[in-house]
């Protein structure tokens, strides 16, 4: 029982000025063990959406439930990989790893054994004992991803995870966070800047539109990855270079730029947009 | 680390020029001041007394017993009063002033009874101090209690308030309790402050309780210049307050050491 649900979500920010609609009417759901991706402009709310499924913020209309129940505050079901890390500075990278495990209360012997793992998994090797400070911000990220694996979490909600690493560490843990959703499957809600990304890791892909944010359009991309079997590509570019792949890539482009404004109303927006 | 490894040549000048002879030229300067002012006769030995004799007195002081003791042992004294009351305020004001930033209703109760009672200087305490807890060992305690006290507590409600939000918040997904959040997140992130607080503490600490050994007391450092006083001995008095300035010059070093360390392992 872990799936997300928004129901009629409204946020509004008090501001100087008066009232700021951050969101408004944003009803989805992610279910159990379903990964969905949310992209869409900086400032149209994502982080906003992500924060009130952790607790961490709450509507000012509508409900956000996490396995039928009302989110009331945070909690170790639901980890948190946040845009800017937020690593504890005081504590190693070990002692970051193994901080919610330590708060649950699994024995030392066996915290130790998951810290090494994702500290190997993360190629972390030989920073174990370093302060975050001391890490390059792509590290540190890594730091943070690992923190929230080691959890095990039934939901995970991931804000730009991958935002600050190299095109080559990305590659990596997108295949592996690939791997892992297929050995392990969680429900996740995954924000990201990068449409291919997006594309490549989600179930369905949610576009959204700012000044207030809304859900222009929900793409399913779990049906085309399971007939197009995306599953035997041992390697992302093999998948970035199916003709489906481009496709849908290229249909959430265009949303973005507003060209197709949803589903429905495709045959007219293309219209207008190219006359 | 590795940045301190290799200065250019110019940094290297500018930091010992800074840290020797500016410093040295300085204090030579002062010492040749009020040796010419004595050696003049601006001021008789009896109300000034010269560097030279103030020196020899300081000598004589360390086995020669004044009051009672040695210069070491009043000394000793003075810290070991310094230590009880000052780490009793650590002990108390540190935990309470986490407390009033993490919880607001403690914050409410607490915050317009210590905004008061801040105010008021340690020394003013000395009456109660001594109806209390007598003239001997305790009543200067007490006094360097009410000095070091609120210093920490205002340095560690303002570290809980000026901590980054965002490392509270992934506290709270990861599932810290109330305990975990309080020992391994607020208390480390308010460190930098608190350390901060902890040296002014220690300074204010120093102060009063030199302040309440002149009124109350029959050991420190305090009671060793009213004793020069009341026997017109003004090296006497001379060699107190240079040791005196000298033992709260090395407090405040060893405290900014402390606040350097914390502040370079928290990366700040
Ligand atoms: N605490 C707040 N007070 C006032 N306004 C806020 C607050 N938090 C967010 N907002 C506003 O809400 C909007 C959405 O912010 P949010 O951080 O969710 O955007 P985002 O989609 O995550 O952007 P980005 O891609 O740049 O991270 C922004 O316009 C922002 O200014
Ligand atoms: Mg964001």
């Keep these: 029982m872990s799936e997300i649900r928004f129901e009629g979500v409204e946020r509004r920010f008090h501001r100087p000025g008066g009232n700021f609609l951050a969101l408004e009417n944003i009803c989805f759901e992610v279910a159990e063990r379903e990964f969905v991706a949310l992209v869409g402009p900086s400032g149209c709310g994502k982080t906003t959406l992500l924060r009130m499924a952790a607790g961490l913020d709450f509507p000012t209309g509508g409900r956000v439930l996490v396995g039928n129940r009302e989110v009331r505050g945070p909690g170790p079901d639901r980890a948190v990989v946040f845009q800017q890390f937020a690593l504890f500075p005081w504590k190693t990278i070990r002692q970051n790893i193994g901080f919610g495990l330590k708060c649950k209360g699994t024995p030392l012997t066996q915290r130790r054994e998951i810290i090494e793992h994702y500290v190997t ?54 295949e592996e966070l690939v791997r892992l959703a297929r050995d392990n499957p969680r429900t996740v809600l995954f924000i990201t800047h990068s449409v291919d990304e997006a594309v490549y890791l989600a179930d369905r892909v949610i576009v959204m539109t700012p000044r207030p944010g809304r859900i222009s359009a929900i793409i399913d991309i779990g049906l085309v990855r399971r007939t197009e ?21 290229s249909r959430i482009w265009r949303l973005l730029r507003g060209l197709e404004s949803s589903g429905e109303t495709v045959g007219r927006a293309m219209e207008t947009g190219v006359g | 680390m590795a940045a301190l490894n290799g200065p250019t040549p110019a940094v290297r000048a500018g930091t010992l020029l800074e840290a020797w002879v500016l410093p040295a ?82 914050e409410w109760a607490i915050a317009p009874l210590y905004e008061s009672i801040r105010f008021i200087p340690p020394i003013a305490w000395v009456p109660f101090s001594i109806l209390w807890l007598g003239t001997g060992f305790l009543a200067p305690t007490l006094v360097i209690f ?123």
Excluded at chain 1, 230 to 241: L, P, Q, T, Y
Excluded at chain 2, 52 to 64: P, V
Aim: glycine letters at 12%; a neutral charge.
């Design chain 1, 121 to 174: 998994l993360m190629g972390l090797q030989g920073h174990g004992d370093a302060y975050p400070h001391q890490l390059s911000g792509g590290m540190q990220q890594r730091v943070a991803i690992a923190r929230s694996y080691a959890l095990e979490p039934d939901v995970l909600l991931m804000d730009e995870p991958f935002g600050a690493l190299d095109a080559q560490t990305r590659v990596l843990m997108q």
């Design chain 2, 146 to 268: 009410s000095g070091a006290f609120s210093p920490c507590v205002l340095n560690a409600y303002r570290g809980v308030h000026t901590a980054d939000r965002a490392v509270l918040e992934a506290a709270q997904t990861l599932g810290a309790g109330r305990w975990a959040t309080m020992t391994e997140v607020l208390l480390p992130a308010a460190l930098p402050d608190i350390v901060a607080g902890l040296r002014v503490a220690a300074g204010f600490a120093w102060q009063s309780l030199i302040g309440a050994e002149l009124i109350v007391g029959s050991t420190g450092l305090g009671y060793l210049i009213i004793q020069g006083e009341s026997n017109l001995s003004s090296t006497v008095v001379v060699a107190g307050m240079i040791t005196i300035g000298l033992t709260g010059a090395a407090i405040d070093f060893a405290m900014l050491r402390a606040e350097r360390f914390v502040r370079r392992n928290w990366g700040q």
């Design chain 2, 25 to 106: 030229f300085g204090i030579v300067t002062f010492l040749m001041l009020w040796a010419g002012c004595t050696a003049a006769g601006l001021a008789p030995a009896r109300l000034l007394p010269g560097p030279g004799a103030a020196a020899a007195e300081f000598i004589d002081l360390t086995h020669t017993p004044y009051s009672g003791a040695v210069l070491q042992v009043h000394l000793l004294a003075s810290l070991m009063k310094f230590s009880l009351g000052y780490g009793l305020a650590v002990l108390t004001g540190v935990p309470l002033g986490l407390m009033m930033g993490r919880y607001r209703i403690v």
């Design chain 1, 229 to 249: 079997r995306w599953i035997d590509c041992e390697h992302i570019e093999e998948v970035m270079a199916q003709k489906s792949f481009v496709h849908l890539r």
